[in-house]
Each structure stands twice: as structure tokens, then as C-alpha cells.
């Protein structure tokens, strides 16, 4: 099964046998290229693949949860973008499409919170993704509930998932990162309990909020790379729930 582009609007083709609408499991290697023709100049111009990832653990109890706010952002991408988020690939659910005339594969880990870097490692390998191609992102309790953050490398912050997605990128850190705020445990409140937890209704609507601002920063993240709108964005979310 291949995926390739090479059309003036360019896209990632994903061809599949219409009689079968279940996931599927990848056994293949896939192309992940885009291109578009000739320029003047007659040279082609092709385009490195981003890998987006959203943290959180799969099955029905977690959704909603907080820290399962990284699916959510993935799942807001995908429908943007009209990616189809139904292939199984080194333990993950996986989409791939393109923003604008840039390829994506959108995935998030099926193997829970703590082992996301099984998934992360093999499949930024497979499609040959440079380190500073992947975007990790996921829930942060450092961060006001509903403020988004992108940074171009960091620590893990204590957060297991992106601990364990170091360790299989060869202990590496400098991949980007989308976080997005979910503030601290009220009280003395376990912190489990906290992350398993489900958003208020006024923290959801900070939530929802959050997302949508995160779908265009990620747009412009992967067509424009860290740029000064980056900067600004950063800027705008940190100061966003601040009354003059």
C-alpha cells in the first residue's frame, strides 16, 4: 500500500478497498512524501513529513478525561484537516493527510500513558521523520487550565508519557511540544484521581476554546515552522485569562 503525492494539489492519497470500513493493521512499509512540479527552475520541491502525536490512554472510561487532552487536540487536527484516523501501526491509531502541501501522520498510542514511546519511536523511524518533525502533545498541569504552550525542545516535566517518549528517541528532547494547561489538583486531591478526572463545565468551555486556538497554531507550526506568530501565540495564551 503506498501513499504518495505528486499532483499539483498535493495530498496524501490513502487508498482502501471500500467494502471494508474497520481499522486495519499496517504490514507494509508507506511513502510519506508530498511534492509539487516543476518550478521555473525545474526543481521539485518536496516536503518532510510531520508525525503529531496526542497523549492519553485509549478506551471509553478515559475520554474526556484530562489526560487525555492530547487525543482530543488530535482528533480536533484530524477533522480539520479531513484526515481518517482507522489504521493500526506500532500500537497506535494513525492517520495520515497533509496541511496544505504538508504531509501528516497524526497518531495516538494505544499501549496507555507510560508506554507511548513504543509507538512513537517505531513510527518516527518508519516514516523517517526528523526529531524536530515531531510534535508531541499532551496535558500539563504547570499551565492554567486551557492555556496552550509550544515550545521546540524541553524536559518531560515529570509527565510519564513524554518521559517514556524520550527514552525511545534515544533519550533525545529536542522535538517540539504542544501543552496544554489543565491547572493543579484543587486541595489535597490525589493526583491521579486528578488526571482521570472529567473537566467542569466552565473548564470545558476553556478546554474546547484551547483546542480550536491549538488547530491553527499547529498549522502554522508545521507550514512556517517556529517563527515570530509562534512567539505571540505563547505570548496571547499567557496572558489570555489576565483582566486589565
Same mark, same amino acid.
Given at each position: 500500500?503506498?501513499?504518495?503525492?505528486?499532483?499539483?494539489?498535493?495530498?496524501?492519497?490513502? $487508498?482502501?478497498?471500500?467494502?471494508?470500513?474497520?481499522?486495519?493493521?499496517?504490514?507494509?512499509?508507506?511513502?510519506?512524501?508530498?511534492s509539487?512540479?516543476?518550478? #521555473?527552475?525545474?526543481?521539485?520541491v518536496? *516536503?518532510? $513529513?510531520?508525525?503529531i502525536?496526542?497523549?492519553?490512554?485509549?478506551?471509553?472510561? *478515559?475520554c474526556?478525561?484530562?489526560?487525555?487532552?492530547?487525543?482530543?487536540?488530535?482528533?480536533?487536527?484530524?477533522?480539520?484537516?479531513?484526515?481518517?484516523?482507522?489504521t493500526?501501526?506500532?500500537?497506535?491509531?494513525?492517520g495520515?493527510?497533509?496541511i496544505?502541501?504538508?504531509?501528516?501522520?497524526?497518531?495516538? $498510542?494505544?499501549?496507555?500513558?507510560?508506554?507511548?514511546?513504543? #509507538?512513537?519511536?517505531? =513510527?518516527?523511524?518508519? *516514516?523517517?521523520?526528523p526529531?524536530?518533525?515531531? =510534535? =508531541?502533545? *499532551?496535558?500539563? +498541569?504547570? =499551565?492554567?487550565n486551557?492555556?496552550?504552550?509550544?515550545q521546540p525542545?524541553?524536559?518531560?516535566?515529570?509527565?510519564?508519557?513524554?518521559?517514556?517518549?524520550?527514552?525511545?528517541?534515544?533519550?533525545?528532547?529536542?522535538f517540539?511540544?504542544?501543552?496544554?494547561g489543565?491547572?493543579?489538583?484543587p486541595?489535597? +486531591?490525589?493526583?491521579?484521581?486528578?488526571?482521570?478526572?472529567?473537566?467542569s #463545565?466552565t473548564?470545558r468551555?476553556?478546554?474546547?476554546?484551547a483546542?480550536?486556538?491549538?488547530?491553527?497554531?499547529?498549522?502554522?507550526?508545521?507550514?512556517n515552522g517556529?517563527?515570530?506568530?509562534?512567539?505571540?501565540?505563547?505570548?496571547?495564551?499567557?496572558?489570555?485569562?489576565?483582566?486589565?
Amino acid at each position: 500500500m503506498l501513499h504518495t503525492v505528486s499532483t499539483a494539489n498535493p495530498c496524501i492519497s490513502c $487508498p482502501r478497498n471500500s467494502l471494508f470500513q474497520q481499522r486495519h493493521l499496517v504490514s507494509t512499509r508507506l511513502s510519506v512524501r508530498a511534492s509539487l512540479p516543476d518550478n #521555473s527552475n525545474g526543481v521539485k520541491v518536496e *516536503y518532510t $513529513p510531520w508525525l503529531i502525536v496526542g497523549l492519553g490512554n485509549p478506551g471509553n472510561k *478515559y475520554c474526556g478525561t484530562r489526560h487525555n487532552i492530547g487525543f482530543e487536540m488530535v482528533d480536533q487536527i484530524a477533522q480539520a484537516e479531513g484526515v481518517m484516523m482507522d489504521t493500526i501501526q506500532s500500537k497506535a491509531l494513525i492517520g495520515i493527510g497533509c496541511i496544505k502541501e504538508v504531509p501528516i501522520i497524526l497518531a495516538k $498510542p494505544q499501549a496507555y500513558m507510560n508506554f507511548s514511546g513504543e #509507538s512513537v519511536g517505531p =513510527l518516527a523511524a518508519h *516514516y523517517q521523520v526528523p526529531l524536530r518533525h515531531i =510534535l =508531541l502533545i *499532551y496535558d500539563e +498541569m504547570s =499551565l492554567p487550565n486551557g492555556v496552550v504552550r509550544i515550545q521546540p525542545k524541553g524536559g518531560h516535566g515529570h509527565h510519564n508519557g513524554v518521559k517514556n517518549v524520550i527514552n525511545h528517541l534515544d533519550d533525545c528532547r529536542g522535538f517540539p511540544r504542544m501543552c496544554i494547561g489543565i491547572g493543579n489538583p484543587p486541595g489535597t +486531591m490525589d493526583m491521579k484521581a486528578f488526571l482521570l478526572q472529567k473537566f467542569s #463545565s466552565t473548564e470545558r468551555e476553556q478546554i474546547d476554546a484551547a483546542l480550536k486556538q491549538g488547530i491553527e497554531a499547529v498549522r502554522n507550526l508545521v507550514l512556517n515552522g517556529f517563527n515570530q506568530s509562534i512567539t505571540r501565540f505563547n505570548l496571547g495564551q499567557k496572558y489570555k485569562f489576565h483582566k486589565v
